[in-house]
């Protein structure tokens, strides 16, 4: 195409002290137009002076060492659980940070044990009264007494956080040796205040920096590591390091109740985000929320004040900032960034509803090992090929929602040493500035379908999903022609299935926050979903979708779906018998059985009129069914693969009855797809694959274009071209 495309800008670029000459190639390579500093590095100064903008990473709450040390009493906090101790006679003692890494844990010996912490009797499933049990802060031991034999008893204590996540675990990772940073809580008011005096102070001494890049915010998510330095728990949504007694006592007086340690330690599950969320745990979010927006408001109001700009890292400590909550945009940021290896987190940052910048930092991180713990920047690593192999996920989420700019992040230092690397991250930089140059961030042409991914946390966790293969789903679905919403089961229950949408979508392990748990008891939720598709609506069931045992079934939308799943509680029910459909809509462009990973086992069909499309011996693997006006798809599992993806594009169009709306701006070639952007008259067509492919793509007029890629490649066509 003839149109003239950026040669620069849209990219940032990390850098190191030392190797300046080099970063100075990389920058005219890469066309970078902004520099940020890594942890663990610092911006050189001749590269302030480039004309390049400046970010200036920050973390607020570590920033400030000397103060940090000075005052570990205000160190952030958690509620740790000690491990399940079996009592062989009436009394059990317990190491209570046994289990843990005691050089990222402190027990908190400041305040009173007998009123924030709990022991309790597991077994029974009941409180020890604090009478009963005594704690020694020199062995950190906690002393039961008159247990009864072979109960099980487990202590519910606080610690202070004494070296920070993020810090530990680079530290961890590459053998950093060194002073252990730690965290303060910004919830202590005399915490709050220094953070604000602090920032004025940084803002001072740092006169070039352009954009602050907060990093992030307050509260690491969860991660907790075992007495041999391994992960223990981690949980990327999950509430934990903001847990403070005074944060408990002001929870109370602002919601009406007080909270006990077992709503955060929840049996040890410590609220996963697999599991179904309590009114509790989700008033906790909520109240946390609001502070970590004020205290965002307060920081950015102080940037802007001195003239520049801000933006949150989403990842680390970004616990509290929600960004897909109501009081996002009250924060006040320019910007927002996030980690990227795939779709789901490109649509991540590109779906979030507040206009600010958005920025993705791409994969490999310039480590020696990636996220596998396998060579990356390190010998018998290729930082090329893993580079390749997210950018293909990325490029094709962005083709539905551009971000604003792409970014890397680590050492430098270790990219240099792989040339091919260098050279293949400014191609990938140049299609980025022509996917801007031709479509000019306008919305692609999209269909008329339109999604609604059903879960416990709805919108609030937009593109997170962890269940059966769910995130594969969701990955699939960011680059499909649709729209897609998150709901929750309380905005059906409230409201029924939002207006407009055609396709209902419930994925997940049975008792999950995915699947949904007890709300299938719900009649409102029950009948409101039969009802939205006998009067036209679909709906596709993943894995163990409206799953829970009631009424002589297990998929309480069997009736829909078509299929139930037997529990080895109705051997001797009979099942309607079917047979497979030689051929169907959804089905036709498999080549060969398709691969789902993990399904769901002995699921058989509800009703006589289910129609078997794949089945392994008596096992109903992909089934679909005709209920009332409307139409359900059910299948066993689901795993991301390119076959796979025009399997469930084409399970949504004919759920929604719109077979024939398909093959509007639509590639015949499974391995490669499209996106045509109306306002700009562009259309984008790529290879999702390493090899050449060739494919018919087809226009939403009736025109094609037959077109030859080669590995990896994209193409830009005009839409006049298919007239």
Known sequence: MSETVETKGRM?????????????????????????????????EELKDLGLEVYSTLCMVRADQKYAKANMDKAQQKYLCSAFVTAESKMVKIDILKEYYKEQFAIDTKHNPKKWWEVIDRTADKKVAPKNWDFNPKTGVVTVKDCKPYHQYSVSFLVYQIWDSTSMYNALTNDWAGEHPTSVDPYQPEVFEHLLKFLDEWLERNPKTDMVRFTSVAYHFTNIYGHDANPKYRDWSGYTDCISPLAIEDFKKAKGYALRPEDFIQGGLFNDVNAVPAPQYLDWIDFINAFVVKLCRAWNDRVHKAGRKSMMFFCDHWIGTEPYGERYAKAGFDGIVNACKNGLEARRIADVPVDIVKEVRLYPYFFPVNLKNEPSFAPGGNPKQECVDFWVDVRRALARNLVDRIGFGGYPSLAIKYPDFIDYVAQLSEEFRTMHAHTKQSKPYQSTVKVAVVNCWGKLRSWICKEWEGGGLMETLTGLPLEVQFINFSDIEKHGIPEGVQVLINTGNEGTAWSGGAHWLNPKIVAAVREFVHNGGGLIGIGEPTAIQNQGRFFQLADVLGVDKERNLSRGKSK????????????????????????????????????????????????????????????????????????????????????????????????????????????????????????????????????????????????TDFE
């Not at 990390?14 to 590095?41: F, H, Y």
């Not at 025009?646 to 490669?672: D, G, Q, V, Y």
Request: aromatic fraction near 10%; glycine fraction near 8%.
């Open 576 to 719: 309607p018998e079917t047979t497979s459909q030689e051929s169907h809509f959804i089905m036709e462009d498999q080549d060969g059985a398709p691969n789902l990973g993990k399904c769901a086992d002995q699921v058989y069909a509800y009703t006589a009129q289910t129609q078997a499309l794949v089945k392994n011996g008596g096992d109903l693997i992909i089934a679909a069914n005709e209920c009332g006006k409307g139409r359900a798809v059910y299948l066993a599992g689901y795993k991301h693969n390119w076959a796979n993806t025009r399997m469930i594009h084409r399970a949504i169009f004919w759920t929604a009855n719109k077979e024939s709306e398909l093959k509007k701006w639509f590639c015949s070639n499974p391995l490669t797809e499209c996106a045509a952007y109306p306002e700009t008259g562009k259309v984008f067509i790529f290879n999702n694959t390493g090899k050449p492919q060739s494919t018919t793509v087809h226009s939403d007029k009736g025109g094609t274009v037959e077109v030859s890629l080669d590995a990896y490649a994209s193409q830009w066509r005009e839409m």
């Open 12 to 44: 940032t670029l990390p850098v190191e002290q030392g190797i300046e000459e080099e970063l100075r190639s990389m920058i005219q390579k890469w066309g970078a137009d902004a520099v940020r500093n890594s942890d663990g590095t610092e911006l050189p």
